[in-house]
């Protein structure tokens, strides 16, 4: 039963971290589109 606590842990773990990964990447995106949209406009 060890194993199924480890992998109950690891799933919860995963759904603290996800919401934070999302965010981190949309973040990235928009930067991103941002400095690419100002360049291609001069």
């Known amino acids: 039963m ?4 480890q ?3 690891a799933f919860h773990e995963a ?3 996800c ?3 999302v965010t ?3 973040t990235g995106a928009v930067a ?6 100002r360049a ?3």
């Open 32 to 37: 991103f589109l941002t400095v690419t949209g």
């Open 19 to 21: 919401p934070l990964a």
């Open 40 to 42: 291609a406009n001069g």
């Open 24 to 26: 981190l990447v949309a």
């Open 7 to 9: 992998i109950r842990a």
């Open 15 to 17: 759904r603290r971290r």
């Open 2 to 5: 060890a194993h199924v606590r």
